[in-house]
């Protein structure tokens, strides 16, 4: 038995006839099946079977269900006695369950992997990343929640559809797709059948038309030149957005047609105005998961438990930290921890801004810069070339990206 460290199979495609005819499936099944219970059972051979075919290590099965064992375990834990749950205790399992992403997310044997500190584990999960997640709010919210029966956790950890993308759902959303609460079978299915044919659209017409050009393509290699250099790295976040709100379209449409509505993942994010606005269009779901679960209990503690003088810098220092967090979620590389840590001083400028700057700017001038669309569309144009540039470093590395960007501005 192989326990070494090896690439998981390649899985199914969302254009692949596999994923249709388990989609079409799904939706047959749970526009007829009403009862909870059934719906509970015949749900997770769904998520099982798209699940091991991801699967190509036993090892896999060993990491993916001593996870879910222990979020059982704990969930039911915090539930049955939550006044006996102290704040030390939720904390550090907060950062069991952080610490253990971090060992599962790191690249071993890449030149940019350097950046996790806990080393790695030879084993490669698909969806990790949302399913400690999910586990991780399981076992948080248990006492305001419950605890789920371990069909629930099974079937919520690795609900097929979100599995490889997201959205990060809740448990308590999720329970009412369980229950049937959320099902309106009077709904007309057309939109669902747009949504997903959006996404498809999105995903395998535009986004395949602007990989060629887009900045990944210069990673190896010569550098074009700077007009198509400028070219390709502002395509880069077109590229990723169509990709990925592309496959949130499909699933979001998928399971509506199942009788569920997911959480939405993207709401224009090339109209935000500033880093923080752009966060909180892009990727709403994981924004907003470690905005409840990490910045905000930080800055609760900030404001209840630190001197006046100090809780400024620190929740500075908060901002800076969820941001890194939401970097090397994606990857433990040396190139997402600059990411995160560009974006993170990006966002603590915002707020020095707003907090020394325009305070200080004549009631005249805040007036035109609220209202005038000229700083608005500035200003949306500098937090789209600022996340541009800055995406170089998911896809290159902290090397190539100082290359791309001095080439960029001929340096």
């Not at 998520?47 to 269900?65: A, T």
């Not at 992997?113 to 997640?133: K, Q, R």
Request: aromatic letters at 14%; proline letters at 7%.
């Amino acid at each position: 038995m192989n326990w070494t460290s090896q690439a998981p199979p390649a899985g199914i495609e969302l254009n692949s006839w596999a994923f249709l005819l388990l989609a079409a499936a799904a939706v047959l099944v749970f526009r007829n099946v009403l009862h909870p219970p059934f719906r509970h059972w015949l749900l997770l051979p769904f998520n099982l079977w798209f699940f091991f075919q991801f699967v190509g290590n036993p090892s896999v099965l060993l990491v993916v269900g001593s996870l879910l064992v222990v979020t059982w375990l704990l969930a039911h834990w915090r539930a049955r006695d939550p006044d006996r749950f102290p704040g030390w205790l939720t904390v550090t399992i907060a950062i069991g369950f952080w610490a253990f992403l971090f060992l599962m997310k790191a690249q071993p044997g890449t030149e940019d992997s350097g950046a996790n500190l806990l080393g790695y584990h030879p084993v490669a999960v698909i969806g990790i990343s949302y399913m400690v997640f999910r586990c991780m709010a399981v076992v948080l919210d248990a006492d305001a929640l419950g605890a789920p029966s371990l069909l629930d956790l099974v079937n919520f950890a690795l609900f097929f559809p979100t599995l490889l993308a997201g959205p990060i759902e809740r448990y308590e959303r999720f329970k009412e797709f369980h229950d049937g609460a959320d099902l309106d079978l009077s709904e007309s299915p057309l939109p669902a059948l747009h949504r997903i044919a959006n996404g498809l659209i999105k995903k395998f017409i535009i986004a395949d038309a602007l990989a060629p050009l887009a900045a990944n393509n210069y990673i190896d290699g010569p550098l074009p030149s700077v007009g198509w250099l400028w070219l390709g790295v502002l395509l880069l976040p077109v590229l990723l957005y169509f990709d990925f709100s592309g496959y949130m379209d499909i699933v979001v449409g998928v399971v509506r047609l199942m009788g569920f509505r997911l959480a939405e993942n993207f709401d224009r994010p090339w109209l935000a105005r500033n880093i923080q606005d752009f966060w909180n269009r892009w990727h709403i779901t994981l924004s907003h998961f470690v905005r409840d679960y990490v910045f905000t209990p930080i800055n609760r503690r900030i404001a209840h438990g630190v001197a006046p003088q100090w809780q400024f810098p620190l929740v500075l220092a908060a901002y800076l930290l969820t941001m890194l967090l939401i970097a090397l979620w994606h990857a433990t590389t040396w190139g997402f921890l600059v990411f995160g840590l560009l974006h993170g001083v990006a966002l603590i400028w915002l707020l020095l801004l707003r907090k020394y700057v325009l305070p200080r700017l004549s009631p005249a001038v805040r007036r035109w810069i609220e209202k005038s669309p000229v700083p608005k569309n500035l200003s949306r144009a500098m937090t789209f070339v600022f996340v541009a540039v800055t995406m170089l470093f998911w896809i290159g590395g902290v090397g190539r990206a100082i290359e791309v960007i001095r080439a960029l501005v001929g340096a």
